[in-house]
């Protein structure tokens, strides 16, 4: 009984400091961030730790199972999460990325997320099967709270619609990353919580890109990808608890699983552009035949320098993406201007290039492996109205389409009333 008043006395605790606090403390800006909200989670895990004495094993089975699964889960979201850029563009990530920047921001992320999954876990292993549930729902939620970016709510939230979106794209991810990552908590320890969190949120700050903002394709990968590494997890415990039996893995498996997870690291830090070299997809038939429609080309970022009559090049006017073949090369007393033209194009473009305009220059191409981005694109264009112009970080023209989800969102409320 008195165990059981201890933890209510600790979760409200949790629930005022580390969930109401914020409310008030968010617009300290990076003080709050780096070293308020670290303090607060570091003292509240004292706490917790000196208060929750050891209890119950949490319903596990072999941790290096669910630890390996929580990894892979972690790996296949960024991966995924990442190449929706291939679909609906890239913007720039609002994160310094000097050294300093990101140890900065290694830190505020650690000190948050450390604390808060160990405390977590504390709670799921001094629970009892009576009370798991409970205890782990109060907590979940606690957690839900925490992540609340009140900068953001409170720019967005202002209306229905930035209410609406808020909702959708922030709040309701944030419930089912923590159901999972209580589920994980309960199924075998805090490692394998911070193993699926801890490299989606270190990749954020480190990549020079995010998806564009099309929060409904963005709500699928932060469903789908939770829900099929706890089926998964779930089946191996289903086939180890019904067999009763625990198979040694074989040399040759465990080779196969190492390359596996170097591939997919290789695949992550490709899909992110944290490589020089960086895939995109070819929309138009501008460069008909050396480059058809459907074809992934992978840019090498280089100086201009390098850059040679013949070779071909991305290079940005405005908001557009273009890969077109250097034709001529210009000095000039404002510096050096490139002639460019796509071979399929009758005469060379408008506009000569100036060297702040290139990304990189092409050095692989790959036949035909960008059409499924070309069908999904086309199936945003038919289902959804999304007008994706041809190498348009096509952001802007979303934005033009949020009024009508809006509209819809708010007639469907009503209409339930």
């Not at 000196?50 to 960024?78: C, M, Q, V, Y």
């Not at 944030?174 to 199924?187: C, D, E, H, P, R």
């Not at 949120?201 to 020079?208: A, C, S, Y």
């Not at 990189?360 to 999904?376: E, H, Q, S």
Request: glycine share 4%; with cysteine; net charge positive.
């Amino acid at each position: 009984m008195k165990n059981k008043w201890v933890k209510v006395v600790l979760l409200i605790m949790i629930f005022i400091f580390g969930a109401i606090a914020p409310i008030y403390l968010w617009k300290l800006g990076n003080v709050f961030t780096y070293i308020i909200r670290p303090s607060i989670w570091l003292i509240l895990l004292l706490i917790v730790s000196l208060f929750i004495t050891k209890g119950n094993k949490p319903f596990s089975f072999k941790g290096r199972d669910t630890r390996e699964l929580a990894i892979i889960g972690s790996l296949i979201f960024i991966i995924l999460y990442y190449c929706l850029g291939l679909v609906i563009g890239y913007a720039k990530t609002p994160f310094a990325r000097d050294l300093l920047s990101i140890i900065k921001n290694s830190w505020g992320i650690l000190a948050f997320f450390i604390p808060r999954e160990i405390i977590r876990y504390k709670f799921a292993k001094s629970s009892n099967k009576r009370n798991m549930i409970k205890i782990m729902t109060m907590i979940t939620i606690i957690m839900v709270l925490s992540e609340v970016s009140y900068s953001s709510y409170s720019i967005v939230t202002n209306n229905f619609a930035g209410l609406s979106e808020y909702i959708i794209k922030t709040f309701l991810p944030s419930v089912g990353l923590n159901i999972f990552l209580s589920y994980l908590a309960m199924k075998e320890s805090y490692i394998s919580s911070l193993l699926y969190i801890l490299p989606i949120k270190l990749v954020e700050i480190i990549t020079p890109v995010f998806p564009n903002d099309v929060f409904f394709l963005i709500i699928i990968i932060y469903t789908l990808v939770p829900l099929f590494t706890f089926l998964k997890i779930e089946d191996v415990h289903t086939k180890k608890h019904k067999f009763g039996i625990e198979f040694e893995e074989s040399i040759e498996s465990k080779i196969l699983h190492f390359i596996a997870i170097i591939f997919m690291l290789f695949l992550m830090a490709f899909t992110t552009r944290m490589l020089p070299f960086v895939p995109t997809i070819i929309l138009s038939d501008s460069m008909n035949p050396s480059i058809r429609r459907g074809d992934m080309v992978v840019i090498k970022r280089i100086s201009s320098e390098n850059i040679n009559i013949n070779d071909i090049i991305e290079y940005k006017v405005d908001n557009i993406y273009i890969i077109h073949r250097v034709i001529n090369i210009k000095h000039t007393k404002n510096g050096v201007v490139y002639i460019t033209k796509g071979d399929n194009n009758k005469s060379r473009d408008a506009k000569e290039v100036v060297e702040s305009q290139i990304t990189g220059k092409v050095r692989l191409i790959i036949p035909y492996i960008g059409f499924p981005t070309i069908w999904a694109r086309d199936f945003l264009k038919n289902f959804r109205g999304i007008n994706i112009e041809e190498g348009v970080r096509w952001w802007v023209e979303l934005n033009k389409r949020k009024k009508y989800f809006y509209f819809y969102l708010r007639y469907s409320f009503l209409s339930w009333l």
